[in-house]
């Protein structure tokens, strides 16, 4: 992750600078205002819509490409570079939905409108994505070079072998950021972002929100500058689906239904950008479970020349559904790394979900470090009394301090659970950090797992930062037929804890398994375990097959009575989803975590030609930009004349890749678990003297702002106090009289000479 207080920093000095500009006697908008005390806090500079910023390291570059303003110049250099933000002269956003995943793209044009146009800057893109956002590829368009982004293989030596590092990394885990180098003042800069996002789903309805909130000074400078917006939403949901909109944000109308596609669309001049987010709601209208399965052949260029098929089963919008009686133990990590928010967080959320547990529902916690510690010895009925005391009973034993050990506290915790009945074994496992013995661990969970017993129990992991290892958590879970989720940003901590919590308590079919598929060859199922349906989201399986599909899929299941209960899915071959393209992140991180617990090598290289295929991050891929120049070459002609016509003019291109920063999860960090750094800490890999020379240039530049012109520091040196100015007077005197000293010696070893 990149240094966030730097960015603000750079933003607040960008807009700073951004005074210089001169627009003219008839400009429409004046140059950018400082926020006040009340508007600014930290996240008001985090881009909210995408993004781009001019990166300035000498501020004499500053002024109107169009109208130079010829202001005094201005000595220094910014440390760290200012970030001025573009003007946007058009934007248009398309939205493809397909189950649960949804597929933004987004066209964007802006112009340097900041740099003299006899100078360059870098130009850094950022794009805030929505939920569980990944980014896909980015697109930059310039008049004399393009760029664009592609993944390669780790151990790729033959692309990694003449490339350099440059910035491309995330910001937050929700914001992606790419410099692009030396773009000239006043260029028109036409940039394609893609990424895929999560959708919302509760209460029988789907909710798309994609970043799209401006800031007032993206807006260009002068009334006759066209300023465009489009914006396209689709929907596919399969065929036979009933798909209603509920809510949209902004004014698109409905366009006709086209090939199982339902769509929307807004298109129109506007005089201001959007100040919000695009937020559209739309239900999947079903009485009861409803799913059917989608069969697709693979593209040419596949790798996996397999069969596809994918398999959606959705719980439907009866609201007396009955769920199951639950045994929960709230399994929660309180090392020293928990210290402050995340512990803070993790109690609010814990509490939330011990207030919605039903009064014959049976629970326990054990908080854990290098040590355990229970609430009870046995599991406790769900009564008032008894949720109060756990309550009481987190805040006075959730004290964040001690190591990291999992393993006891996953032994007591399966060993708690009855061996049968009709409740649903669950365990809520939460943890910021990283163990040695995480192999063990899911070892240990397995062998309980493939024990005789009706209901085995389901774990439902959750991770904090980036230190712990999520494939381990992801392997817990889906080897349980429960679920994973993740805060790699402390701040939604709360919020996606509780979103998790609730998931486990409204389950209201499990046990999934499919009958008749045992005729099919080379099947591969992704997950292997199917999850348990939830009313908090439809259950979406995809995998590879080879042989003949049956007409009709059989699934079946135990309902929270413990019936038996069963539903035939048809199969369709529709090409109006691309299959491929829709599920291939699941797939990833399913193989993922399952080449981490077995260590396969073959796994991995698989892994790499999916991510590298489909163009989806990976642990064994590296993002690279690509720099594409037309370059101009003159052969002359084996005639000797002086005329040009005799020389011959041919463009080339000539590309160049630049490796990206490693943008993965990675498998843990044991030295920063065992170190207890708190998550969201920055990694610093700085040498001794980078770090005291940083922290020295970031202090004078505190000190004389952003420049160090004569009315700059007259102003500095007027807010001096005596002291202060005393100091600085004889530590200027004493250097002087170093300096006359060192001219003695030496014009002393002269005479001797």
Request: proline residues 5%.
């Amino acid at each position: 992750m990149a240094d966030q207080e730097e960015f603000v920093k750079s933003v607040e000095d960008g807009l700073r600078l951004s005074k210089r500009i001169y627009f003219g006697k008839d400009r429409a908008v004046e140059p950018p205002k400082q926020m006040t005390a009340m508007e600014k806090t930290a996240e008001s500079y985090f881009p909210t819509s995408p993004m781009m910023y001019a990166v300035i390291e000498n501020p004499a570059f500053v002024d109107n490409p169009d109208i130079p303003s010829y202001q005094p110049h201005v000595h220094g250099r910014c440390d760290p570079p200012a970030l001025i933000p573009l003007q946007m002269n058009g934007v248009s956003i398309a939205a493809d939905c397909y189950f649960d995943t949804a597929f933004i793209t987004v066209t964007g044009s802006w112009r340097l409108h900041c740099v003299m146009s006899c100078r360059s800057c870098d130009c850094r893109i950022a794009v805030p994505m929505g939920e569980q956002g990944s980014i896909l590829g980015v697109e930059i368009e310039l008049p004399r070079k393009s760029y664009s982004t592609k993944l390669v293989a780790e151990d790729d030596k033959k692309e990694n072998k003449k490339v350099k590092i440059e910035d491309g990394c995330f910001l937050k885990p929700h914001i992606f950021t790419l410099t692009i180098p030396e773009i000239d003042g006043g260029t028109y800069i036409s940039v394609t972002i893609r990424w895929s996002q999560k959708l919302l789903y509760r209460d029988g309805q789907f909710t798309l929100s994609i970043p799209y909130s401006f800031p007032v000074y993206v807006t260009p400078v002068g009334k006759k500058i066209s300023k465009k917006e489009k914006i396209q939403f689709n929907v596919n949901c399969g065929p036979r689906a009933e798909v209603s909109c509920k809510a949209i944000s902004h004014p698109l109308k409905e366009l006709d239904d086209e090939d199982e596609k339902l769509g929307w669309f807004y298109e129109a001049d506007v005089l201001n950008w959007s100040s919000s987010d695009v937020v559209i709601t739309y239900k999947v209208s079903s009485p009861n479970y409803h799913g059917s399965v989608l069969l697709q052949s693979p593209q040419q260029h596949d790798t996996d020349q397999r069969k596809m098929f994918s398999c959606y089963l959705f719980p439907g919008a009866l609201e007396c559904r009955k769920v199951f009686r639950k045994e929960v133990i709230f399994v929660v990590d309180i090392s020293g790394s928990m210290k402050g928010k995340p512990i803070d967080d993790s109690k609010q959320a814990l509490s939330v979900a011990l207030s919605k547990l039903d009064s014959q529902d049976l629970f326990n916690i054990i908080a854990f470090n290098n040590e355990e510690y229970l609430f009870s010895s046995s599991l406790e009925v769900a009564t008032k009394e008894a949720i109060d005391n756990a309550i009481q009973w987190i805040d006075m034993n959730f004290i964040a301090g001690g190591s990291t050990n999992i393993l006891n506290p996953m032994k007591q915790a399966i060993g708690m659970l009855s061996n049968g009945g009709e409740s649903m074994p669950i365990i809520f496992l939460v943890t910021d950090g990283a163990v040695e013995d995480e192999r063990q661990i899911c070892e240990f969970v397995k062998s309980h797992l493939t024990q005789n017993r009706t209901m085995w129990p389901r774990l439902y992991t959750f991770g904090i930062g980036l230190f712990c290892n999520h494939y381990f958590l992801r392997t817990l879970a889906t080897m349980s037929r429960g679920h994973y989720d993740a805060a790699i940003d402390v701040e939604s901590l709360q919020v996606r804890l509780e979103r998790l919590f609730s998931r486990a308590s409204s389950i209201i079919l499990a046990n999934i398994a499919f009958e008749n598929l045992d005729g099919l060859e080379e099947l591969e199922v992704y997950p292997s375990q199917i999850p348990d349906l939830s009313s908090e989201g439809p259950v979406v399986l995809s995998g590879r097959y080879q042989g003949v599909f049956p007409e009709m899929l059989k699934a079946k299941g135990i309902l929270a009575d413990m019936s038996n209960f069963s539903v035939e899915l048809k199969g369709f071959k529709s090409k109006a989803i691309p299959l491929d393209k829709a599920r291939v992140k699941q797939q990833i991180e399913i193989l993922t975590a399952q080449a981490w617990f077995t260590q396969n090598k073959d796994l991995e290289q698989k892994i790499a030609k999916m991510s590298i295929q489909d163009a989806v991050i990976s642990e064994y891929t590296r993002m690279a930009l690509v720099e594409t120049e037309k370059v101009k070459i003159i052969k002359p002609t084996t005639k000797r004349k002086v005329h040009s016509d005799d020389e011959k003019i041919e463009e080339r291109l000539v590309q160049k890749t630049i490796l990206l920063h490693y943008l993965g999860f990675g498998f843990g960090n044991l030295t920063a678990t065992i170190e207890n750094i708190p998550p969201g800490a920055i990694d610093i890999e700085d040498e001794a003297a980078e770090i005291i020379a940083k922290a020295t240039s970031n202090c004078f530049g505190k000190l004389c702002g952003l420049c160090c012109c004569c009315s700059c520091c007259i102003r500095t040196c007027s807010n001096m106090n005596h002291q202060c100015a005393i100091a600085l007077t004889q530590c200027l005197g004493a250097l002087g009289c170093l300096g006359c000293f060192t001219c003695c010696q030496y014009c002393c070893f002269e005479d001797n000479k």
